[in-house]
């Protein structure tokens, strides 16, 4: 499993992010102890204490917004974008940047995920925690905001596909 875990977050590491920022960051957790409490922290959600590997995606916020001015600064230094687009950017509130983050660890938790399916491997997305006792558990403080867990394992079953809205109703007229 350690071996299938690195390949996963390599696949992690490849992903695209704004500014090639690379916020990403990931605990891998494996003892039961830590699964136990992490399962508590998500509601008791069963498969999170029996999965063997949780990865919690969590992305590191004042390196994102360092990362993203440095880029937004040197673009505008070489007059490639406005002052006000690096201002803006700078006064952005945690939980702004929280937001805007989580586009950039969704695509790279997908990654993850789809890397998964190649190693027959199962995961799911799990958003229902309390963040902060997550947060917590681990001792890290507000500049890290965990995002997802999501559990990895060989699934036990194979549902059915869940229904998918038909291509039409997606479309705006
Ligand atoms: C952002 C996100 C958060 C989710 N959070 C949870 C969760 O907390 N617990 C859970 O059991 N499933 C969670 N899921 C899984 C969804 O319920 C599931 O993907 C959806 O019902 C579609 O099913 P499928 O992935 O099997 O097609 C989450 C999925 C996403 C994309």
């Not at 695509?107 to 998964?116: K, S, T, V």
Request: with cysteine; hydrophobic share 50%; charged share 20%.
């Amino acid at each position: 499993m350690k071996e299938l875990t690195t390949q996963l977050l390599e696949a992690a590491r490849l992903a695209p992010s704004g500014s090639n920022s690379q916020p990403w960051r990931f605990k891998i957790v494996q003892a039961p102890a830590i699964k136990a409490k992490l399962m508590a922290a998500a509601n008791g959600q069963p498969f999170i204490g029996a999965a063997p590997v949780i990865l919690v995606c969590c992305v590191d916020i004042k390196g994102y917004v360092a990362s993203t001015i440095a880029t937004i600064d040197a673009m505008h230094a070489g007059g490639q974008l406005s002052a006000f687009m690096a201002e803006s950017i700078r006064s952005r509130t945690r939980d702004l940047a929280a937001r805007a983050v989580a586009f950039n660890i969704g695509i790279a938790g997908e990654h993850i995920a789809l890397r998964a399916l190649d190693f027959g491997l199962g995961t799911c997305w799990v958003r229902a925690f309390d963040e902060v006792r997550v947060r917590e558990l681990f001792g890290w403080g507000e500049n890290l905001y965990v995002a997802a867990l999501m559990p990895v394992g060989y699934p036990a079953e194979f549902p059915q596909a869940r229904p998918r809205r038909p291509l039409e109703e997606l479309l705006l007229s």
